[in-house]
């Protein structure tokens, strides 16, 4: 169902991450008020030489959330030592000159679409505060903090909430979605970073816990409760917007506001067709659900698609663990490395990643979408005992594709080992800023804190080389 992080934790503003509206089953993260207008006409004439500025009308961050390996990708060193290596070999790719891991067969199909960043750095290598700052684009406080719960001093709003801040518009969705589930260390621990922090619970992306694999998968909020007709929805609706309008003093304060945007945006919901049909994965025929895999994942990434389709600037897919597989099914290989890489993440993610990339295609939608191979760092260069790679948040791969980004392209050097950066570090502020560019926000553009303070949406740099 569609929910709210619940970890328990509160925001400054008192109020429970498990408190929100409840319509029909719905729990909602809120409507923010429409800046797209404003903050792109602001930035108009100074970003007007760039063909690439406002070219993405959404964002599909394809999160491989555990820490995917630099070797086995995108930064592979065949001539270094097996111990560095590993067992795989490269293979070409579309690009001259460009090589991946030999277990990206069908990605290395679309590198002409790819940008690659080699020397990606956080400087932190634990997952919970290395993926705050890949999240946030504000480093942890501390650095390497395992197991960090979101808490003061680390609230920084999250990309998708930025993204809301800016781009939620009147209509039937929210402009930043989260699904299949939040990104949690074991004992459930819930990363900083994912929700609007100080911004409250109105700017929250909006998380879809989910499996799109299984047969008889629904969104269960997105229906009205059983027996209830839709003048009785208007009812209430009438009754709530009276009760609201009577209470004074109450309909000054910031909660109420928030309330009352998640109701209306609830009974959008509720009462829109067009809206619920985007969850309908079962519309998809077999042929395109085979196409991208049925892991849930895999099916979680298709519907994303329809997603971005139906409206959404960014959804965030969030890899999940698998039970009975090696590392709990997930990246953060710490055993048998090189077995997980080729008999399961590796082949998922190639099929589904490359199955993205070729039904935006084809459906005349990659030029305007742009997807990122996420991670919040990478691997050690060298194997531990247990046949695993560690942590490793030194220097690390990912790649963009699509709308706004030039193609067959390699930003950042690694040295020899994929250890350290070379030259063209990039840091996950910069990252965002290049994401903000490609929607059409400039990184400058301004956002107001709970007390009225101008911030900038990021201090990061859009990383020129990579944008068309």
């Avoid at 809301?164 to 930043?176: E, F, N, S, Y």
């Avoid at 600037?313 to 990246?331: A, F, H």
């Avoid at 490793?392 to 067959?408: D, E, N, P, Q, V």
Wanted: proline fraction near 6%.
């Amino acid at each position: 169902m569609l929910r709210l992080l619940a970890d328990g934790q509160t925001f400054c503003d008192g109020h429970s991450r498990r408190e929100a509206m409840r319509v029909g089953g719905l729990a909602l993260a809120g409507l923010s008020m429409a800046g797209v207008a404003q903050s792109r006409a602001a930035v108009e004439k100074t970003n007007s030489t760039s063909a690439s500025f406002g070219k993405a009308k959404s964002v599909i961050v394809f999160g491989l959330i555990g820490g995917p390996p630099q070797h086995e990708t995108f930064d592979p060193k065949p001539d270094a030592p097996t111990e560095i290596r590993g067992e795989f070999g490269v293979i070409p790719t579309k690009t001259p000159g460009l090589q991946f891991g030999e277990l990206l067969p069908q990605t290395a199909q679309w590198s002409e679409k790819m940008a690659i960043l080699r020397a990606v750095v956080t400087g932190d290598s634990a997952h919970s505060s290395s993926g705050y700052q890949m999240l946030t684009g504000v480093p942890h406080v501390p650095l390497n903090a395992e197991s960090a719960t979101p808490k003061a001093p680390n609230h920084w709003p999250s990309l998708g909430a930025l993204v809301r801040t800016q781009l939620d518009r009147a209509g039937h969705l929210p402009a930043a979605v989260t699904l299949p589930e939040h990104i949690w260390n074991d004992g459930n621990f819930p990363w900083p970073g994912q929700d609007a922090g100080w911004l409250g619970r109105q700017r929250h992306p909006w998380l879809l816990h989910c499996d799109p694999s299984a047969a008889d998968f629904s969104v269960p909020g997105l229906a009205l409760p059983e027996g209830m007709p839709a003048v009785r929805l208007s009812e209430r609706r009438n009754l709530l917007e009276q009760m609201n309008g009577g209470l004074d003093s109450l309909a000054r304060s910031r909660q109420v506001d928030g309330y009352g945007t998640h109701a209306r945006k609830a009974i959008d919901l509720l009462t829109s067709s067009s809206a619920r049909s985007a969850f309908e994965i079962s519309q998809e025929s077999d042929k395109t659900r085979d196409r991208y895999g049925r892991s849930r994942f895999a099916q979680s990434v298709l519907l994303a698609r329809r997603l971005v389709e139906a409206g959404v600037s960014l959804v965030q897919v969030n890899w999940t663990r698998i039970k009975d597989q090696p590392n709990q099914g997930g990246w953060d290989t710490h055993a048998k490395h090189n077995e997980s890489c080729k008999k399961l993440l590796m082949p998922i993610a190639d099929q589904c990643f490359s199955a993205l990339l070729a039904d935006l295609q084809e459906r005349g939608l990659l030029d305007e979408t742009l997807v990122v191979w996420f991670g919040e760092f990478g691997r050690t260069p060298k194997f531990n005992a247990n046949g695993g790679r560690d942590h490793w948040g030194r220097c690390f791969s990912l790649a963009l594709a699509g709308g706004g980004i030039k193609g067959g392209v390699v930003h950042g050097v690694s040295d020899k080992q994929a250890a350290d950066p070379v030259e063209g570090i990039v840091r996950a502020a910069d990252l965002h800023a290049t994401i903000f560019h490609c929607l059409g926000l400039s990184p400058e553009t301004q956002f107001h804190d709970v007390v009225g303070r101008p911030l900038p949406l990021t201090r990061g740099h859009v990383i020129a080389p990579i944008v068309s």
